[in-house]
């Protein structure tokens, strides 16, 4: 797994190194052993530190979960902002939604399975409310720059909170089924048949 660059972005510097190997030794386990299924005890093992220090920097395994989580989150978000940047059209900005959703997924997929997995306990633990928080900024961004394109916006269904899921609902049910082994042929060679698919889907 090479893909600790989402740490070190999220906890960069010297200072944040205990920070980093505690979080990627609790991913491996995460993904390996499960959400439910990882303890303390087995994070502490696999980083070889002490227990204190995971609770002086984490609190707790929640503390961890969410931690992980969220940088996560903000990696795929930023990707997201960055397509989004150079669109001029809706139809342009629903392709790029998409396009990074996959490019994102395939270039981090033991991230992608984390999200996956521990979307559910973070939603239902004490970092619930700032996942609400976080997902509701992200969906009125999103909103915002999808009906920015003037008399174009006009022609996508409504309501609005069903958009996204029309938007990205294939694409995710795709790679969860490309990263459980169910089908082999990587989501980035269908970006143009899921993103034809998204952008028909919100004509009324």
């Known amino acids: 797994m090479n ?17 980093r190997d505690i979080l990627e030794q609790a991913l491996y386990c995460f993904i ?4 439910e ?12 530190t002490s227990v204190g220090a995971i609770y002086h920097h984490f609190g707790n395994k929640e503390g961890i979960l969410s931690a992980l989580f969220f940088a996560a989150q903000d990696d795929q978000r930023q990707h997201l902002d960055q397509e989004l940047a150079n669109t001029n059209s809706l139809r342009e900005a629903v392709y790029s939604v ?16 984390f999200l996956y ?5 973070v939603a239902k633990g004490p970092f619930q409310e700032e996942l609400k928080d976080r997902n509701a900024k992200g969906f009125r961004e999103l909103k ?3 009906l920015g394109f003037g008399n174009e916006s006009n022609s996508i269904v409504q309501p609005f909170e069903i958009v996204i899921s029309l938007i990205v609902g294939p694409s995710e049910n795709y790679c969860k089924a490309w990263l459980a ?10 970006r143009e048949e ?3 698919s998204a952008w028909r889907s919100l004509q009324r």
């Open 3 to 19: 893909q600790f660059h989402i740490l070190e972005n999220r906890f960069p510097g010297r200072r944040a190194a205990l920070k």
């Open 32 to 35: 390996e052993l499960g959400v």
């Open 37 to 48: 299924a990882t303890t303390i005890d087995a994070i502490r093992a696999r980083c070889e």
């Open 98 to 113: 998409i396009c990074s959703y996959l490019d994102w997924v395939v270039a981090n997929p033991e991230w992608a399975r």
């Open 117 to 121: 997995q521990a979307r559910s306990a």
């Open 144 to 146: 915002a720059k999808l």
């Open 181 to 190: 082994g169910r089908v082999q042929t990587s989501p980035r060679d269908y």
């Open 194 to 196: 899921f993103a034809e």
